[in-house]
């Protein structure tokens, strides 16, 4: 049986935070309901790679496997029923929204709460429910950006974003231990709750060593490249062949380190005494890093990183990543058939794994309310009813 077979979520969620939440849900045995316009949401179209480039982009199908699709305006005389039928049924609705924006949308609290009164409730805001900025939109670059992370990264000519999206993902993340806390405490009392989540929070939260270091030392920091501030060697190093990343970090990771490149003498120089010194006189143990590297292939420098068991691995671009050993023999990607493609998509499984209930790729993203007819049947709909609500533009 899966850990969360059961439980039924309602997915109002759009692009990453909100739904990938609700995907977490899914992969581990959750009934997953994405409600969407008529015609499907705006954020089907990103990064198109099927065979015709009419079908879904590879962010929708990466974060809505498992799920079933519900087209719903819920604004219509009819879909206001379908809404309240849906949420008599739910456990869970995940939202991602202005907090201002929910009660607009019936989806606040207490009008859930109302119908369900054991509800969870998950909204995803950029900016959090309260302050200035607390009704602005907002991506993950802003948090990106709004963290320290951009200004902080690059080589100090212009800030730099990275194209991976970590603080939308470490937002789902959040959200979904979350609604795990709110179903937990939810068994205990029988009452229901509001989840909150922001990407702004998120994106603090992971850059929360400098925010700490900067408001007790007022230590201004600026950018170096791949260099680490409080550690080093930690770099990308060129090879022969392509690059390679290090990161040492400790005392006697760093004594395995200088045995490795012949600077045993480096041990008793004050400048590299501690971690913090090692990060402050980083470019100086680069430099020889730099010098080792450059005449070794990337397999063959960490080769004899391993060997001298010190944390190294190559810089792979997204080809190469799909294809390297270690990433193959962790089975994380499931092949998955998807209309309008020639070739199953490796989807990406859960990162976590559950010995007892483990989380598995079911089925492949849901085209447009192709569930509809389905799930309108199980809240008694009858077909003539289904017809009616299709023909008004409710489904």
Known sequence: MAA??????????????GPY???????????????????????????????DGEGDGAMYLQINRNKRSLTLNPRSDGGREVMRRLVATADVVVVN????????????????????????LVNVSSFGATGPWADRPG?????????????LSGPGDVPYRTP????????????????????????????????SGSLLGSALAFSSTYLIEQAALGIDRTPIGNRSYINGPTDTFRTSDG??????????????????IGEPHWLDDPHFASDILRGEN????????????EGRTSQEAIDALAVANIPAGPVLSPGQALEHPQIEAMDLFRPTAVPGMAQPVPLMMPPVGLSASPGDIRSPPPSPGEH?????????????EVDTLRAAGAT
């Open 4 to 17: 969360l077979e059961g439980i039924r979520v309602l997915d109002f969620g759009r692009y990453v935070a």
């Open 21 to 51: 939440c609700a995907t977490l849900l899914a992969d581990f045995g959750a009934d997953v309901i994405r409600i969407e316009r008529p015609g499907g949401g705006e954020d089907r179209k990103i990064a198109p790679v099927s065979d």
């Open 97 to 120: 929204v202005p907090e201002h924006a929910l009660e607009k949308m019936g989806l606040d609290y207490v009008t859930l709460a109302a119908i369900k009164s054991d509800i969870v």
């Open 139 to 151: 991506f993950d670059s802003v948090g990106q950006a709004m963290c320290g992370s951009a200004y």
């Open 164 to 195: 991976i999206s970590w603080v939308d993902h470490a937002t789902a993340v959040y959200a979904a231990y979350g609604v795990m806390l709110a179903l937990f405490e939810r068994m205990r009392t029988g009452e229901g709750q509001q989840v």
């Open 243 to 260: 690059w390679i990343v290090t990161q040492i970090v400790g005392d006697t990771i760093f004594k395995r380190w200088v045995a490795l």
């Open 282 to 293: 980083g470019a100086v143990l680069s430099e020889r890093m730099a010098a080792w590297c």
């Open 372 to 384: 509809s007819a389905e799930i309108l049947a199980e809240l008694g709909f009858a077909k003539g």
